[in-house]
């Protein structure tokens, strides 16, 4: 199997010329944060919107079972540190961010601050230090069916508020 440098450099897109691979960061409303975690960016502003790679094993579980739901959209997910270079899958129902997938097995889920919380308290997941409401898990601890169940209490989160 491909280590997770190998699978990334395989999906390295390279983009046209040498146009620079832009980020832009944007700021929501304060009234859109309250239920949405700190730091979520659209599809677009995450950069190009492609296809996400094909994995393989748990990962590869994960993403399709996850995709597979009813207005699931995945898209390659970018290395923030190494911009041309996809570094995983991301998950949005419709233009909310679910989370997403690395591929070193690290999964970040954007919550709500209660939905955060509870799975923190009930020991699912832990916080992520960076941005408020978002949380963190390894594949490799908690296995694919346990980051299934967390992406689906995200996914009815949202089902909710539409």
């Known amino acids: 199997m491909d280590s997770p440098d190998e699978k990334r450099h395989a999906n390295d897109l390279s983009l046209q010329g040498n146009r620079e691979f832009g980020m832009r960061v944007f700021v929501r409303e304060r009234s859109q944060m309250s239920e949405r975690a700190a730091g979520t960016m659209s599809r677009e502003d995450k950069g190009p919107v492609v296809p996400p790679p094909t994995l393989d094993g748990a990962l590869g579980t994960i993403a399709e079972a996850v995709a597979d739901w009813p207005g699931v959209i995945a898209t390659a997910h970018w290395d923030l540190f190494h911009p041309p270079l996809i570094d995983g899958v991301d998950f949005y129902f419709e233009e ?31 916080p992520w230090p960076y941005h408020r409401g978002w949380v963190h898990a390894q594949v490799q601890s908690i296995g694919p069916n346990a980051v299934i169940a967390l992406f689906r209490r995200n996914y009815e989160r949202l089902l909710q508020a539409h």
């Open 96 to 126: 909310e961010e679910l989370g997403h997938v690395h591929l070193d097995g690290s999964v970040h889920l954007a919550t709500s601050r209660a939905l955060c919380n509870a799975l923190v308290a009930e020991g699912l997941a832990r």
